[in-house]
């Protein structure tokens, strides 16, 4: 009874389909365990096939005097438990299907816990495939986890913003509380049990929601699917080198972009939940997440590229300057050059701005972004690196120069080469 018992609990749905759980309740010797995954046995109905049906008992003596160690000291034991590991394999392949029951209706909440069988499937699977131990500020709260594992085997993922995301740390408070300032910022008093989201306030914190829920989502997919980009093969639903590697990235073109700490907040937020939304839509369309990610990724590179510089910002310039910030960096550039920029900015025939500084535009007719560096004198060739278009930007007439020479060249209003 205690054999039939043990194999109507084998769980085959894990990725071995329950190979080590049954080589690990029959005792199985590690040396032959090594051995097994040495021939390249992946599951349990390798492990089975690797003996016949009437000489798997010599076949057993055979497999475990490839062990050197083992063959000298010829234990019996050893060969009875591996065929006993046999038998219980073809007892778990061959064993009826279970009863159908009445599907388990979805729980209200998204969030709800897990049942604890998929739980520990969830665990076995990670220390299996990645054998990190997480820390409690990267590792993701189970109701994140909850979300996505539901959200991914329905094949209905929603965009998750970064204030809900917490780690284990952070949902430990039993009592979640609020403190909320009155006006003037003299008092303040506290709501309890009404704070569900946590505060995003730097670029810093950013990456660190996007590293706990790169976490977080290959905790819940990780399992394999077929590839979309490569018929024929399979590919880990959300592996976790290519959402960390997203993380990495965001987190890397933020730092390069010359904007305070508030507007490089609201630039990696915004390319962010645009880069994500597009993932989503292939996932949606049978696509793995990981797949996925990296072809939004692609398709948002000129998004998340780092900005180019550009002679001048005028009216039109994309970051706000003061005036007297405009004027002093003007003025200083002049008594560096001897004059030399003030010479060039009066051959430039296009329209002045406040302060008598030449006006540039960012786009060409037709809506087409013009390449700032090449207007610097610092992108060559006749196709632009940024993936922008090599024209004039000065301002004349209302509209840009479009001429094929930079704004430096740009002389007596004309599109002379």
Wanted: aromatic content about 6%; hydrophobic content about 35%; overall charge positive.
């Amino acid at each position: 009874m205690a054999v039939v018992y043990t194999v109507a609990t084998v769980d085959t749905t894990t990725m071995d389909g329950g190979l080590h759980q049954v080589l690990d309740s029959c005792k199985v010797n590690p040396l032959i365990v090594t051995q097994i995954k040495t021939e390249g046995v992946d599951d349990l109905s390798d492990f089975s096939s690797m003996f016949t049906q009437g000489g798997y008992e010599e076949e057993a003596k055979t497999f475990r005097d490839k062990i050197e160690a083992l063959k000298t000291a010829d234990k019996q034991i050893d060969v009875a438990r591996l065929r006993k590991a046999i038998l219980m394999a073809r007892g778990v392949l061959n064993r009826a299907p279970p009863t159908k029951e009445a599907p388990t209706p979805e729980p209200a909440d998204i969030e709800s816990p897990l049942a604890v069988k998929d739980s520990e499937s969830i665990q076995a699977a990670w220390d299996s495939r990645y054998n990190i131990t997480l820390t409690m500020f990267l590792a993701p709260a189970d109701p994140l986890v909850s979300r996505l594992y539901r959200e991914f085997r329905s094949v209905t993922p929603t965009l998750i913003a970064v204030e809900r995301v917490k780690s284990v740390y952070m949902s430990n408070d039993a009592n979640p509380a609020k403190r909320v300032a009155l006006a003037g910022g003299l008092l303040s008093f506290t709501v309890e049990g009404q704070e569900d989201t946590e505060v995003v306030n730097s670029v810093a914190s950013y990456y660190f929601a996007l590293r706990i829920l790169a976490n977080a989502s290959a905790k819940a997919g990780n399992y394999q699917v077929e590839s979309k980009k490569e018929k024929g093969t399979k590919v880990i639903f959300a592996p976790l080198d290519t959402n960390l590697d997203y993380a990495d990235m965001a987190f890397r073109m933020a730092l390069k972009q010359n904007l305070g700490s508030w507007d490089t907040l609201k630039w990696i937020e915004e390319r962010d939940r645009h880069c994500r939304g597009l993932m989503l839509i292939s996932m949606r369309m049978g696509w793995a997440q990981g797949e996925a990610l990296e072809k939004a990724q692609h398709d948002t590179q000129i998004r998340w590229s780092p900005p180019a510089s550009q002679p001048s910002r005028g009216e039109g310039g994309k970051r706000g300057r003061s005036p007297i910030r405009t004027t002093l960096k003007n003025a200083t550039k002049k008594r560096k050059l001897g004059g030399t920029q003030q010479r060039t900015l009066q051959s430039h025939k296009g329209e002045k701005g406040a302060g008598g500084t030449i006006k540039y535009a960012n786009l060409a007719k037709g809506g087409k972004q013009i390449c700032r560096a090449f207007n610097d004198g610092n992108c060559k060739g006749d196709v632009c690196a940024h993936g922008r278009i090599h024209v004039c930007s000065v301002v004349q007439n209302g509209k840009a120069c479009g001429g094929k020479h930079p704004a430096s060249r740009h002389q007596n209003g004309g599109k002379g080469r």
